[in-house]
């Protein structure tokens, strides 16, 4: 029985196939699914939530890149910047720049 108020977006799986029943040999047609809806689902369940993850990776990488901007206009203009604080920016930019690159598909 569906929940009242909003559901999740995956509610119609629970009741139309398992995740074994996705893993089938494909010429096993007891479960009738659009070959392109079946290849979609089989996706998503070996790698889940991997759009999310590299929107979060991008915008996290971003924002060691605005930081180190912004460290490197202040030192330019003659402030005192911090090299632990330039450091940490770096490191942060250059891990989330290869989380990126390391959840790339592997197909492409």
Excluded at 12 to 41: A, G, M, Q, Y
Excluded at 45 to 55: I, W, Y
Excluded at 61 to 81: Q, W
């Amino acid at each position: 029985m569906p929940v009242s108020g909003i559901e999740p977006l995956t509610y119609w799986l629970r009741i139309s196939c398992s995740t074994s029943e996705l893993h089938r040999h494909p010429n096993d047609f007891s479960v009738n699914l659009d070959p392109k809806i079946r290849k979609k689902l089989l996706q998503e369940s070996k790698t889940p939530f991997r759009g999310l993850r590299r929107v979060v990776w991008v915008a996290l990488s971003a924002s060691a890149g605005m930081g180190l901007l912004i460290m490197g206009i202040r030192s330019a203009s003659g402030e005192t910047v911090l090299m632990s604080d330039v450091a940490i920016q770096l490191i942060a930019f250059f891990a989330f720049s290869s989380f990126i690159a390391l959840d790339r598909s592997k197909s492409s």
